[in-house]
């Protein structure tokens, strides 16, 4: 079975790496955040805006318990999902879950430009996002690093986890 799980937090590059494993694996690919917006046809951020955030935690809790267990796939989580009740444990019991590890600074770096469509960061300028990021970032790795599998930068290509995958599901 290849259910590989990428979690980490915003910004850190899940869906595009995501996508470049299952064209390797050639198996589907899911993004959570996608998945909830095509479903309930809102947007996140109006899904946060809506709704307010501890019901979109609601929401991504649903999600991973309706996975399909049966089949592969390659699946890039919210930056917060693993984050609350026992999601991690969850993601944990549904595949293999490799956290994509980066430091604040970087995180920052990548997320001024794309925080817009990110309820959490869309009205922060620069330095707030950082400060954000640092406060949240130590919170959040306490889930993030009970990942099977933590990647470092360098370590964050497809044929790693591929290589990973193949290790570890012989
Ligand atoms: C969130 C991360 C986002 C999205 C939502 C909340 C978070 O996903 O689920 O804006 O709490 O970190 P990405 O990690 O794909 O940006």
């Known amino acids: 079975m290849k259910r590989v799980i990428l979690i980490g937090f915003m910004g850190c590059g899940k869906s595009t790496l995501g996508k470049k494993i299952a064209n390797l694996l050639d198996i589907p690919f899911i993004d959570s955040d996608q998945y909830l917006e095509t479903h309930y046809q809102k947007s996140v951020g109006e899904l946060f805006a809506e709704f307010g955030e501890s019901h979109f935690r609601t929401l991504e809790q649903s999600f991973i318990q309706s996975l399909d267990l049966k089949s592969d796939f390659v699946l890039a989580t919210g ?83 591929a290589d990973l995958m193949r290790h570890l599901h012989p």
Do not use: H
């Open 79 to 161: 930056g917060g999902m693993p984050c609350f009740g026992d999601n991690m444990e969850l993601l944990n019991q549904a595949g293999t879950t490799f956290y994509l590890e980066r430091s604040a600074k970087e995180l920052a770096n990548r997320l001024v430009n794309a925080k817009s469509k990110r309820p959490l960061i869309a009205g922060m300028d620069a330095d707030e996002i950082l400060e954000f990021i640092e406060m949240q970032l130590p919170l959040r790795e306490e889930y993030y690093k009970k990942a099977t599998i933590i990647l470092s930068r360098d370590e964050q290509t497809p044929e790693t986890v």
